[in-house]
Every structure is written in C-alpha cells, then in structure tokens.
C-alpha cells in the first residue's frame, strides 16, 4: 500500500504531523500501537517552563539560550514563533480551544495542587497569569463524594500555599452515588460518561449553587467530557466555575486526543490504532517501506516516513540491561554507553534518561550507523535532548517538530 | 544471564506488562453504561491477581463482558486484557452446562440447517408476536429482537447447482469459507464475492468441510464443541493452504477473526502453519490491485453515500484500511469513515433479554454519528452489527464485498483482466 507519508505514532506529535500533511493534500497512514500519553496529559500544553529548576516566564526568549541538542534548537530559534502560532490554530481547527501565548507563560494547577508554567491551557480550566494577582480570594473546591482522582487534601493545601482561601466541599448527585455502586471504576472517565444530559449537570449545578456560600471562585474536577458540557454547567452556576486536571486517565486529556484523531479523520487520513510498526525497509539512505503488525504481509510503502512512537512509557525507545535502542528500525540514539549513568538515585531528581532519544541532524531526519535517513523524520518525544518533566517542554516539543518535519517534508521550509 | 532473565519476564497474554494506566477502562463500551461491570482492568489484569492466589476470587459479572476487544486495542502495553478476561470466563465455567437459550443462540448452523427447510414458516413465525413473547418470557430472547430471516436456499446449494462448474476454468483459484450467516441467511453476500472473485480472474472454491467457526459458542461457553468444530475447519483450510495451494478467503470480520486469533488464544488450536493463508477477501482483492495483478473497473453512472463502520474484531485485527481503501477505488462512492464505536450487539450478546438495553445503549453513539452523517446506507464487515444497525437506524446495512460488486462495471473488469 502506497502512501504519501506514513507515521509511526498516534499521540500528541503524529497526530499534528499528519493533520498538516493531510491539510496539504497528502495521503497520510498514522499507525498508532494504542493509546497515547496524551491520556495523562491535564489539559495544558507547555513551550519551554523550566531552564536549571527556575521558572521560566517569556518561553520565546529563553528558548534562544538552549543549547545546540535541544530540539528547538535545531529547528531553529527564530522559527519557534510562527511554529507555535500555527500549532495553536491547528489545535484551534481541530475543536481543541485553548488560552494562552508564547510570548509569556501562564500558570497551571496540577492535580496535586501545584502551580507549573504552560503556554496554552483548555478552555474552562483553573488557570494564572500572575501568581501575585490571584483572580480571587475564597475558594470552594468542589469534592465529589467517593471520587478517586482528586486528592483533596494535597490539592487544598497547595491551593492555599499559592494564597487562596480553600474551603473543601464534599457533594454528590443521585447520578454520580449510582456510579459508586462499582467500587473500583469512581473514576473521572466514568464521570464524564454519565454527567452528560441536561439534568445530571443541572443536578450537579443545584448542589455547587446551594453549598458555596460566600466563594467568589468555584473549582471542580476536571470530568465533564467536552466543552460544551463545561459552558452548561458554566451557565448554570451563579459563580465563576473552573475546572482542575484529575490524576489520569485525564478527561481533557482524552478528549484532545479524540478531537485531533476526528479531524485527522476527517481530512481523509488512515489512523490505525492498536497497530504498530515492527521492521523497516532501507535502500540506501531512503526508508521505503515499514511492515507492521497487523498489517503482515501488506509492507506500508510511502515517500516520507515520520518516527513518532515516543519515549520509554511508549515503547519508542527500549532500555535492557545492557543497552538504550530504537526498537522499529534499529536507529541511532542519544544515551550514555554505560548503564550507571543513566539513572540518579533519587527519583525527583534530573535523570539522564530522560534526555535520550534518536539521534537526528538538524531537519529531524533520523540516523542509521551514522547515516542520515533522508525522507524520516523523527518528531516529539523520542527525540533526545529534552526533558518534558525538567524542562517542561513536552507538548511544545511534540507541536512543534511535528509542524517542523511536515514543512521539511512539503518542501517548503 | 541478563538476557535470560529478561525472557522469563514474559507472561501469558502479556498479564505482567500491565503498567495499572486504566486507559482500557477509559474505552470499555459496557463500563461506560453500567456500573455493575468492574471494567476491564479490574475484570482483567487486576482480577487475574486474585484468581490466580484462589480461583474463588472470579466475578460472575465478568459475563456482561463484550469480547469487543476495544480494551485491547487502545493499551499501550499491548496486554490482552479481552484475552485475560475470557480465559477467566472459560475456567470458571468448567464442569457446568450452558443454558437452552445460549445453546440455542449459539449454535448458529444448527438453527440455520433446521430454519432452511422451513424458511418462510420460520420467517413468518419468528417474527410474529406471540412468537417473540414466548421466546422473551420463556428462552429469554429479548422481544425487541428480530431473528435475522432465513433464506429457502443455502448458500451451498445455490453455489453447487449454479457456480460449482464453472470454477475450474479460471486461472487462479480461493477456497471460500462462507460462515453461517452467508450460508443460512444472506446468501446474496455469497454471491456477490463470486461474482467479483470471477471478474477478476478467480474461480470460487468450498473448503472439503465447513463448521460454525464457533465464535457463538465461544461466547456462550461451549468451549468443547467450538474445539471440536475448530479442529475440522483447520483440517479443511490446511488441505486446501498447503495442498491445493488455495487460500482462504472469507467475508465476515468476525469468522476471520475466530479462525486466525481466537483458535490459537482461546481453543489452544495451533493453527501458525495456515494463520497467513486466512484472508478476509476485502484484504486479498486489495492486495491484488496494489500488486497489479489484477484491475477493478467500476461503472461510470454509480453515485452513493455510504458510512463505513469499524466492527470491533475488524479494529482488532487491524484491517479496517483495506476495506476502506478498496471502497474508495469507486469512483461514484462518497464514503465517509465513522469513529469507531461498538454498535454493542457483539453476536449473541444483544440478543439475550438481559443485555438488551446495555446492547441499545452501547450502540447509542453509533446510531447517532450515522444519523449526522446523513447517508443512505452503512457498510460494515461484520453480520452481526448489520443487524444491530438495521433494527437502530432504520438504514440498510451492506458488507464492502456486495458494494463493490454492486458498483463493479463486470464485462469491463473482465475484459481488463483479459478473462474470457
């Protein structure tokens, strides 16, 4: 089977890589090993929020001073703006309606209560230009009743350690005690799928309405499935009302997945989920075909081929016990030879790891035994030279080499 | 010894691979609308802890388990969760006797053989009311169903009467594993395939014996017949893959499905020597095009809408693409893919009384994407969603097989093929 680009990953940058290419006419085949994770993803996308564990508050100017193996510096610094203009109106056309701006982060709550810097945050969400001017004062929290994603107790603590006044509030509907009748499944997918009618949220609203006394800002767990539910429940409360991520399987998570996967869709892409790729085919410095499991004796031929398949958690990069590898096509990888540099002791601290990846030149066009591939990209997380947890440049990593490579491919960077 | 150890790591149906994300039950159409199921990773990976320390530990809501395979396909640690929770079923099961009802409904061909002889008897009586009020109350058959209506001739025998002779002419041959519905019910679909194996070149072939693949009884706990009936069908596709140099082909996801994954992983048939000669004929025909072997021409005045839906085995197997791909080659043929969602019949399941509603309301975001989606009509490789879809929508539902056939412009694909 014939394509114009094959992708070899569903998430967050496969997903954009190929919306840009089907938006361009192209025939594009995503091949997705299940889902991504964009699943664990709290609703925020993040450019650059950490450099040497100091915030950092202009994204664009502190990404000029990365060194030479970070990913957007291959791209090319002076890129970075336009990249992440584009990036957001992708996000926007997909129905993924986002705040926010390069030119200066914002703050996101995490769902331990911790105040990270993000360039974009969803729609609806808890979100903080500037941590001295807090939008208010007294906070309720909304706690649903049996809920297993929230841990109200962290979340409140560091609500009030940013200076809010916090006062915990424990509710529930009839909609969501019948949900309690399985015991290990309270979770805020299972929310999201049945606070959807009218009535649930009007049953939820009657209780936010009647609990929240003198609050002047109401937050709740983030488990409404989709915008529109959002601005009901919106509409339906006599006080700001904003949500905050839960521990994944995160609802705006999925939901941003679902949304760019439709739109890719729509724009008459393949997206093959539950399929991955196994081996390529290489004739001389050109990839022309990749089989994967599924398919079997069907090879995925293509022009262009894109090496989305992510870091470690995705199996895009296989660490054993004596070695780090790209495990599809036997790439070249960024990472330390010896084993006891990978890791650091403490878990919190920077680990080496995190900052392995495919080895590229600098149009992200991967290498083979120090061979430049020239018609694979590598995008997003399997890159080395990073690190989304540090540096906070994850997401911003992922949109935007997705759009960088898909430019090199159309030729017209 | 680093080596060594890292095999040992791997474990039946990748079980230790579980990282505990719950993304499986994120996609569970059945968690989604009841709360009396635990969800895939409780019923599977994390369930399979307990069993395995005492098998007093099993479930018995297990059982409102689809086997859509959805959980499956959306882990991201490829561990067969599905896999997990049928063996679980399978052992919980042993020693006892399925129902009337289930052996009833899962005996597909022994229903069929018997309804054929009495076809239209059977046709008027089993969709009269008093008919489904008994089977409702007393098999527990819920009444809403319609039982799909039987044909007054077999596949087999039309095929044998009509097609049979013509067959060794052709240049290239397939052996067809038709399945029960093709054979009781829908013998057009049969047809159809001839019809387009022919145009291109191919004579049509029975395999030597064909049972029920046995997915019915599989899902009802008839393991021991599914083995028996399996063990035949693998007889006849090897005679015909490894001796008549014949592959399989077949036109229902769910029949391929059974006979390539679920023998191996269910029934411990081993079946790696024919696994690869088992084709859903929507991949073989692609697969001929895109090698050039052969050319489809289609008729120049065909224009339809049609909405492609991704039956959960299909997702499974992960072949969805050449179906689509084949139907795009029509010219006239507007088809717009649907997002992949469980129309919640799975076989037999929404058939019982006490799955009907969960069956409607896993289905209720299909209905509703294929009636935005303003079509005439739906196109799927599996039987048993076409019913599900027929009786929600209101719309006629086509396999990819017969659309093709439909649109196929035959004395031009013929002649395209320089056949005769």
């Given at each position: 089977m014939r394509m114009d680009t094959v992708i070899m990953g569903?998430?967050?940058?496969?997903?954009?890589?190929?919306?840009?290419?089907?938006?361009?006419?192209?025939?594009?085949?995503?091949?997705?090993?299940?889902?991504?994770?964009?699943?664990?993803?709290?609703?925020?996308?993040?450019?650059?929020?950490?450099?040497?564990?100091?915030?950092?508050?202009?994204?664009?100017?502190?990404?000029?001073?990365?060194?030479?193996?970070?990913p957007y510096s291959k791209i090319g610094t002076d890129r970075i703006a336009t990249l992440a203009e584009q990036a957001k109106s992708l996000l926007d056309d997909a129905g993924v309606i986002m705040e926010g701006n390069a030119a200066a982060n914002h703050w996101r709550i995490t769902p331990m209560g911790i105040a990270k810097p993000a360039w974009l945050t969803l729609f609806g969400h808890l979100h903080i230009d500037d941590l001295n001017q807090l939008p208010a004062r007294r906070v309720a929290l909304m706690c649903v009743r049996g809920f297993f994603d929230q841990p109200n107790g962290m979340l409140a603590n560091g609500l009030k350690e940013l200076g809010f006044e916090v006062e915990k509030i424990e509710f529930t509907t009839d909609d969501i005690t019948a949900l309690r009748r399985s015991p290990s499944e309270m979770r805020a997918s299972s929310l999201s799928k049945h606070l959807v009618s009218n009535h649930a949220l009007l049953r939820?609203?009657?209780?936010?309405?009647?609990?929240?006394?003198?609050?002047?800002?109401?937050?709740?767990?983030?488990?409404?499935?989709?915008?529109?539910?959002?601005?009901?429940?919106?509409?339906?409360?006599?006080?700001?009302?904003?949500?905050?991520?839960?521990?994944?399987?995160?609802?705006?998570?999925?939901?941003?997945?679902?949304?760019?996967?439709?739109?890719?869709?729509?724009?008459?892409?393949?997206?093959?989920?539950?399929?991955?790729?196994?081996?390529?085919?290489?004739?001389?410095?050109?990839?022309?075909?990749?089989?994967?499991?599924?398919?079997?004796?069907?090879?995925?031929?293509?022009?262009?081929?894109?090496?989305?398949?992510?870091?470690?958690?995705?199996?895009?990069?296989?660490?054993?016990?004596?070695?780090?590898?790209?495990?599809?096509?036997?790439?070249?990888?960024?990472?330390?030879?010896?084993?006891?540099?990978?890791?650091?002791?403490?878990?919190?601290?920077?680990?080496?790891?995190?900052?392995?990846?495919?080895?590229?030149?600098?149009?992200?066009?991967?290498?083979?035994?120090?061979?430049?591939?020239?018609?694979?990209?590598?995008?997003?997380s399997v890159l080395s030279g990073h690190d989304a947890i540090k540096m906070g440049d994850g997401t911003g990593v992922s949109l935007l080499t997705a759009l960088a490579a898909a430019q090199d491919i159309l030729g017209n960077k | 010894m680093a080596e060594r150890m890292q095999l040992c790591?791997?474990?039946?149906?990748?079980?230790?691979?579980?990282?505990?994300?719950?993304?499986?039950?994120?996609?569970?159409?059945?968690?989604?609308?009841?709360?009396?199921?635990?969800?895939?990773?409780?019923?599977?990976?994390?369930?399979?802890?307990?069993?395995?320390?005492?098998?007093?530990?099993?479930?018995?809501?297990?059982?409102?388990?689809?086997?859509?395979k959805r959980c499956e396909v959306a882990c991201p640690s490829d561990v067969h969760i599905a896999d997990i929770i049928q063996r679980a079923r399978m052992s919980a099961s042993e020693g006892k006797r399925a129902s009337l009802r289930d052996t009833m409904l899962a005996n597909t061909d022994l229903l069929g053989t018997m309804a054929n002889l009495v076809a239209p008897v059977a046709n008027a009586t089993l969709g009269l009311k008093p008919t489904k009020l008994v089977m409702d109350s007393i098999m527990a058959i819920d009444k809403h169903r319609t039982f799909p209506a039987y044909s007054r001739q077999k596949f087999t025998t039309w095929f044998k009467r009509n097609a049979a002779k013509e067959q060794d002419a052709y240049a290239h041959h397939v052996s067809y594993f038709h399945g029960c519905y093709v054979n009781y019910n829908f013998p057009k679909l049969g047809q159809d395939l001839v019809k387009l194996m022919n145009a291109i070149g191919y004579?049509?072939?029975?395999?030597?014996?064909?049972?029920?693949?046995?997915?019915?009884?599989?899902?009802?706990?008839?393991?021991?017949?599914?083995?028996?009936?399996?063990?035949?069908?693998?007889?006849?596709?090897?005679?015909?893959?490894?001796?008549?140099?014949?592959?399989?082909?077949?036109?229902?996801?769910?029949?391929?499905?059974?006979?390539?994954?679920?023998?191996?992983?269910?029934?411990?048939?081993?079946?790696?020597?024919?696994?690869?000669?088992?084709?859903?004929?929507t991949r073989f025909i692609y697969n001929l095009v895109d090698d050039g072997k052969v050319k489809l021409v289609f008729k120049q005045d065909y224009k339809r809408r049609l909405a492609y839906h991704t039956a959960c085995h299909m997702q499974r197997m992960g072949w969805q693409l050449f179906s689509i791909e084949l139907l795009r080659m029509i010219p006239g043929l507007d088809l717009v893919e649907l997002e992949q969602n469980c129309c919640g019949i799975s076989g037999t399941y929404g058939f019982k009384k006490e799955n009907y509603e969960r069956s409607q309301a896993i289905g209720s975001i299909l209905f509703k994407d294929i009636a935005d989606a303003q079509v005439e009509a739906v196109t799927t490789d599996c039987e048993t969603c076409k019913w599900q879809i027929e009786m929600s929508t209101g719309l006629p539902v086509e396999n990819p097989i017969s659309v093709l056939a439909d649109a196929l412009d035959v004395e031009a694909t013929r002649q395209a093929n320089n056949i005769n």
């Open positions: 569903g998430g967050l940058s496969g997903l954009t890589c190929g919306i840009a290419l089907a938006k361009r006419g192209q025939r594009v085949t995503i091949v997705a090993s299940g889902l991504s994770t964009l699943q664990f993803n709290c609703g925020s996308m993040e450019l650059l929020g950490c450099i040497d564990g100091k915030a950092v508050t202009s994204p664009l100017e502190a990404i000029a001073t990365l060194p030479q193996g970070h939820v609203a009657d209780q936010i309405n009647s609990l929240t006394g003198d609050a002047e800002l109401v937050l709740m767990p983030s488990v409404l499935a989709d915008e529109e539910a959002v601005r009901t429940l919106q509409s339906m409360v006599n006080k700001p009302l904003r949500m905050i991520a839960t521990l994944p399987p995160s609802v705006p998570g999925a939901r941003i997945q679902t949304l760019l996967r439709h739109y890719f869709r729509m724009l008459g892409g393949n997206y093959l989920m539950g399929d991955s790729a196994v081996s390529g085919t290489f004739d001389g410095d050109l990839l022309t075909a990749i089989t994967t499991a599924k398919l079997g004796d069907m090879p995925l031929k293509a022009d262009n081929f894109v090496l989305a398949t992510g870091s470690f958690i995705s199996r895009g990069l296989i660490a054993d016990y004596e070695r780090v590898y790209e495990p599809v096509l036997g790439l070249d990888v960024d990472a330390d030879a010896e084993r006891e540099q990978w890791t650091r002791f403490g878990v919190l601290e920077q680990q080496a790891y995190m900052g392995y990846g495919v080895a590229t030149d600098n149009n992200l066009r991967c290498l083979k035994q120090g061979k430049t591939i020239s018609n694979l990209h590598a995008i997003g | 790591n791997i474990s039946v149906n990748n079980f230790e691979q579980c990282t505990k994300c719950s993304i499986c039950t994120t996609v569970c159409p059945v968690a989604a609308v009841t709360t009396d199921y635990p969800g895939p990773k409780q019923a599977g990976p994390d369930g399979e802890r307990y069993r395995l320390k005492d098998p007093a530990y099993y479930d018995k809501m297990l059982k409102l388990c689809l086997n859509c004579g049509v072939h029975l395999l030597d014996k064909e049972q029920c693949c046995g997915v019915a009884l599989i899902a009802n706990g008839l393991y021991k017949q599914a083995r028996r009936q399996g063990q035949t069908n693998i007889t006849s596709i090897r005679k015909s893959v490894n001796d008549d140099h014949r592959q399989v082909i077949t036109t229902s996801s769910s029949c391929t499905f059974n006979l390539r994954d679920e023998y191996p992983a269910m029934l411990d048939i081993d079946n790696k020597d024919v696994r690869d000669g088992i084709s859903l004929a």
